[in-house]
């Protein structure tokens, strides 16, 4: 979609696979939780240098679900530790741009025989539009993208009620490129 528009993008991250639809370098680390993906980050941070990070994390987590992995944890002890992984990416982004634009999305909802372990979501990105506003700068804006608005996993997801198919995929894109379009 960047090629349509004339613009030149040069997609940073220390992996790529295109069995995840995409052999553009990224930070994402499929079936990993936010804290996992902000110790990664960190360390390869060094050698990323963005103009812009579009940041969606916010699954792995399980409330309240003992049938699944991992245990089940608090609400409130979800929403702390994303959101504290969240600030420690930006703070990331920022040590080695301090002018980085950040699109902070709040998650796509999650549902089928999933919904019991991702019920925190909704109350997840209550806190991420919270943090968002907390840390945007005129220098380094934080720009909260809501994913979640529209989202519906029956359609938008493939079978596991989870990942995003190609129609949620483009739903996802649309809104990473209305939050960055001029």
């Not at 050698?47 to 992995?69: C, E, F, M, P």
């Not at 019920?119 to 945007?136: F, H, M, Q, R, T």
Request: charged share 15%; with cysteine.
């Amino acid at each position: 979609r960047f090629d349509k528009l004339g613009w030149d993008v040069k997609w940073m991250g220390s992996r790529s696979d295109a069995s995840w639809g995409s052999k553009n370098p990224c930070e994402g680390y499929g079936g990993h939780n936010a804290e996992s993906i902000a110790s990664k980050y960190q360390v390869n941070a060094a050698s990323i240098t963005a103009d812009v990070l579009l940041l969606h994390a916010g699954h792995n987590y399980n409330v309240g679900d003992a049938r699944l992995t991992p245990a089940p944890m608090s609400e409130s002890a979800i929403i702390t530790a994303v959101t504290n992984a969240h600030a420690r990416i930006i703070a990331s982004a920022r040590a080695q741009n301090p002018e980085v634009v950040v699109l902070y999305a709040k998650v796509i909802t999650s549902g089928g025989n999933r919904g019991l372990k991702y019920s925190y979501i909704p109350n997840l990105n209550k806190a991420i539009g919270v943090l968002a506003d907390e840390l945007n700068t005129s220098k380094s804006p934080v720009i909260s993208v809501d994913m979640a608005a529209g989202w519906n996993y029956a359609v938008d997801c493939v079978a596991d009620c989870v990942h995003p198919n190609a129609v949620g995929a483009a739903k996802m894109a649309d809104k990473w490129m209305a939050a960055i379009s001029p």
